[in-house]
């Protein structure tokens, strides 16, 4: 007899309670990992139970594929790192269902096996970030591995944004980023660079010999992580989401569209860089630990673009008196919605990921001038932030990204420090 909704409710919630509990007694699993598994099962329970009748104790490999596919579709996941603790989480769970008898052996290995290929799941997360916008792909088709494999071999050209081009392209003719960057895929062809397990990231010893030839290094004082390194997370996102470089048998290599892009003229090179930031990007790649806010500070980064751009031209503020003009878009849904509506004027207090990494990537760009608290020390927060002014270029730039053009000199309301 099938149960109701309420039953099957009850009835998951009953099993992820047993599961805690065997973590608990049987493996004396800490509390905060006990509490990370939990709430990963009630996010995949919540998120696929609503297409199937299935409870956890009869998983299947279909329902952890359709999860992950979903996720990634409505973005409940949004970094590889969210990915990877759910898997872990999943497998956990799977090797739990083996060792209580729920699942047959036979089954369950095969399952656990799936569950330790994570580069099938990386080359899915992958696959999705360079398709993201394509949004008129359907459901049937965003879950068709062979439909998406022949997509993305069409993804071979680099699309360079006319409105921003036509801007720039008479404006600039140099800029340290895009020299860095040069630097960046330069070394990644002339080295063996070996991925990192777990996040197939540039290792540490790598890193440390890019940081030495760049010239827009901020740093933390410490060894860092790639993920730590906004500037170098910066160029390997880029570089990953348009297909510059890949991975391959653990070694990060040229892809196809290495050559491509040293084909391309400076202006254009700056072009595709803005545009990939503003439009392409998915911000929450740029942190280890994205809070859900990230999302809304994407959806929402027009205001912050006609922010910058309302400033006076070459003219310093400070950063923490700046206002955004935030509206929820239709009804309020989330309480972090009622957060923006409510405090215009802490808004940029609660972006962290504008704060802390785009508008550092505006100041290599040459689009506004930035003047930090702590000299050459890097804040993850964004908090270091003293003082900024919007140069020319930044203007017109900005005013293109904010979704409007500015017919004369801008006015701002923000009082000015000189």
């Not at 940081?211 to 290094?217: E, G, H, P, Q």
């Given at each position: ?22 973590l608990f007694f049987e493996t004396h699993t800490s509390e905060k990992t006990r509490n990370r ?57 799977v090797h739990y269902l083996g060792y209580e008898g729920i699942m047959e052996y036979q089954e ?301 000199e801008p006015q701002t309301k923000v009082i000015s420090l000189f």
């Amino acid at each position: 007899m099938t149960k109701s909704k309420k039953e099957r409710e009850e009835q998951v919630s009953y099993e992820i309670s047993r599961f805690i509990e065997f973590l608990f007694f049987e493996t004396h699993t800490s509390e905060k990992t006990r509490n990370r598994y939990r709430d990963n099962l009630i996010l995949f329970a919540n998120t696929i139970m609503g297409y199937t009748d299935t409870t956890m104790y009869t998983l299947t490999k279909a329902n952890i594929k359709n999860f992950i596919e979903l996720s990634l579709i409505e973005s409940i996941i949004t970094s590889k790192q969210q990915l990877n603790s759910m898997l872990t989480t999943l497998r956990k769970f799977v090797h739990y269902l083996g060792y209580e008898g729920i699942m047959e052996y036979q089954e369950n290995k095969k399952l656990l096996t799936w569950l330790d290929d994570r580069d099938y799941f990386r080359k899915k997360y992958d696959t999705f970030k360079s398709m993201k916008f394509k949004d008129e792909l359907t459901i049937e088709q965003w879950l068709n591995d062979e439909f998406l494999d022949k997509e993305k071999t069409k993804i071979t050209n680099l699309d360079i944004n006319k409105n921003i081009h036509n801007i720039i392209k008479d404006q600039i003719s140099n800029n340290p980023l895009i020299e860095d960057y040069d630097k960046y895929i330069n070394y990644i062809e002339n080295n063996n660079i070996k991925a990192t397990e777990t996040n197939k990231h540039i290792s540490r010893t790598h890193l440390k010999e890019l940081n030495s030839i760049m010239r827009n290094i901020r740093d933390n004082g410490k060894t860092q992580n790639q993920i730590d390194n906004p500037y170098l997370q910066l160029f390997y996102q880029f570089s990953i989401d348009n297909n510059i470089i890949t991975i391959k048998e653990e070694y990060i290599i040229e892809s196809k569209n290495f050559n491509n892009y040293k084909q391309l003229s400076f202006s254009e090179k700056y072009t595709l860089f803005i545009d990939h930031i503003w439009n392409k990007l998915n911000w929450a790649d740029l942190l280890k630990k994205p809070p859900i806010i990230i999302k809304f500070e994407q959806e929402n980064r027009k205001a912050y673009a006609e922010m910058l751009s309302n400033l006076a031209i070459d003219k310093w503020y400070e950063f923490d008196k700046l206002k955004i003009n935030y509206e929820p878009k239709g009804k309020i849904k989330d309480p972090l919605d009622i957060i923006y509506s409510l405090g215009k004027v802490g808004a940029m207090d609660l972006s962290i990921a504008f704060n802390s990494r785009i508008i550092r990537y505006f100041d290599f760009l040459g689009l506004v001038d930035v003047k930090y608290n702590s000299g050459n020390r890097y804040d993850k927060t964004g908090k270091d932030i003293k003082i900024i002014k919007l140069t020319k270029l930044g203007y017109k730039v900005l005013s293109i990204l904010s979704g409007k053009t500015h017919k004369k000199e801008p006015q701002t309301k923000v009082i000015s420090l000189f």
